[in-house]
C-alpha cells in the first residue's frame, strides 16, 4: 500500500489545536516536531553532556509542524480534502497569527498529480437507492434509474466516498420531499445542497467558511444543471459572523445538513435548530465514535429529538427532528 505524508506547518502554541482537528477527523497516527521542545531539552539538561553533535542540531532547526499519513486512495484523497478544509477553519480563527502559516505541504503531491490520483481511483459511486455520484471524466453509460451527480474532485471536501457523506446523502434520501428548503452547514463541494435539489428540493442554500469551497460549490451546481433560482451558496463563519447568521435566518428550512466535525456541531447546535422548521430534519455528520455522547447531550440540549444514529466504520451520523 503507498502512503502519502502530509506536513502541516505551525507553531509550537498550534500544535495541539491542529492535532486537535485531525483528532476530529478520526486520525489519531501523527508525528510531531517542534523545535521548542529539542531547544528546552538542551537547555535544561546540559550537566548530562559537554557536546551535542552540530549536526543533530541542524536536523532539530526547522519549523514546528504536524506530520500524518494517509492512504494514497480515493478514501485518502478525501480525508486530504476534509483535513485541508478543517485547518483552513481554523487559520480563519487565528486572526493573531498564534499558530503560524498553517499551510499544508504533500511532498510531490501538487495539482496535476492531485487530478491524476483522482482520475486514477475515483470511479462512478452507487449511494443509497436513488443517487450515483459519477466523476465527469467518466461517461454515465446505465444509470440504473438513479439520479446522477457529476463531479470534478477538487480541494474541497465532499465527494461522497467519505463514510461521512454518504450517510448523509442516505438519509438526504428520504429526508428531501418536493418542494421543501434545504440548508447545508458546511458545504464543502456543495454535494449535499446540489443532491437535494435533484431529488426535489426547491432551494438550497449552502454555507462555507472557506471561499474555495463556494466557488467549488457554485461549479459542482452548474456541471449538474441547478441554476442559482435554486442554489445559493455564501461564505463566511457563522459562529462569528452575526450578519450572515441573520441572513440564514430570516427564513426556516424543511432539511438541515451539517457534515463537518464534532466540536463545530456541538457549538452550532442552537443556531440549526433556530434554522429548522417545526416538523423539520437536521442531519448531523463527520462525528467520531469517541465524540456521540458530546453532541448527542448538545443537540437534546438545544431541543431537537434524536431519532436514529447511522454508522459506518468509526463515523456516526445523526438524524433529528424539530417538535
Not at 506547518?9 to 477527523?25: A, D, H, K, M, N
Not at 529539542?38 to 504536524?66: A, G, P, S
Not at 478543517?86 to 498553517?102: A, C, P, Q, V, W
Not at 445538513?257 to 464534532?262: C, G, K
Amino acid at each position: 500500500m503507498e502512503w502519502l505524508e502530509v506536513t502541516i506547518y505551525t507553531t509550537s502554541e498550534g500544535i495541539e489545536p491542529v492535532s486537535g482537528r485531525l483528532y476530529q477527523l478520526g486520525i489519531n497516527g501523527i508525528s510531531i516536531e517542534d523545535e521548542n521542545d529539542f531547544n528546552d531539552f538542551l537547555e535544561n539538561n546540559r550537566q548530562c553532556w559537554d557536546y551535542v553533535d552540530d549536526e543533530l542540531i541542524e536536523k532539530m532547526h526547522k519549523e514546528t509542524n504536524v506530520k500524518l499519513y494517509l492512504t494514497n486512495n480515493a478514501d485518502g484523497m478525501e480525508l486530504l480534502s476534509a483535513v485541508r478544509q478543517s485547518i483552513d477553519e481554523l487559520k480563519s480563527y487565528d486572526t493573531e497569527n498564534k499558530f503560524g502559516r498553517l499551510e499544508i505541504d504533500t511532498g510531490s503531491l501538487n495539482e496535476e498529480d492531485w487530478a491524476n490520483n483522482w482520475k486514477q481511483y475515483f470511479h462512478p459511486l452507487k449511494i443509497g437507492e436513488k443517487i450515483l455520484v459519477n466523476p465527469e471524466w467518466e461517461p454515465v453509460t446505465n444509470t440504473d434509474g438513479r439520479i446522477v451527480f457529476t463531479i470534478n474532485p477538487g480541494m474541497s471536501f465532499g465527494t461522497g466516498s467519505h463514510h461521512t457523506t454518504k450517510m448523509c446523502i442516505e438519509e438526504l434520501e428520504t429526508a428531501v420531499t418536493k418542494g421543501c428548503s434545504m440548508l447545508d452547514l458546511g458545504c464543502g463541494s456543495g454535494i449535499l445542497a446540489i443532491i437535494s435539489v435533484l431529488l426535489g428540493a426547491k432551494s438550497a442554500y449552502a454555507v462555507d467558511i472557506d471561499p474555495n469551497a463556494v466557488d467549488i460549490a457554485y461549479q459542482n451546481a452548474e456541471k449538474n444543471g441547478v441554476a442559482c433560482d435554486f442554489f445559493k451558496a455564501e461564505a463566511g463563519n457563522l459562529l462569528s459572523d452575526e450578519a450572515l447568521r441573520n441572513r440564514i435566518l430570516s427564513n426556516q428550512y424543511d432539511v438541515v445538513t451539517a457534515n463537518i466535525v464534532a466540536d463545530v456541531i456541538v457549538e452550532l447546535a442552537p443556531f440549526a435548530y433556530d434554522a429548522t422548521r417545526s416538523g423539520g430534519v437536521f442531519i448531523a455528520s463527520g462525528i467520531i465514535e469517541d465524540r456521540i455522547k458530546d453532541v448527542t447531550e448538545a443537540l437534546k440540549s438545544s431541543g431537537f429529538e434524536i431519532c436514529s444514529i447511522k454508522r459506518s466504520a468509526d463515523w456516526a451520523a445523526m438524524r433529528c427532528t424539530k417538535a
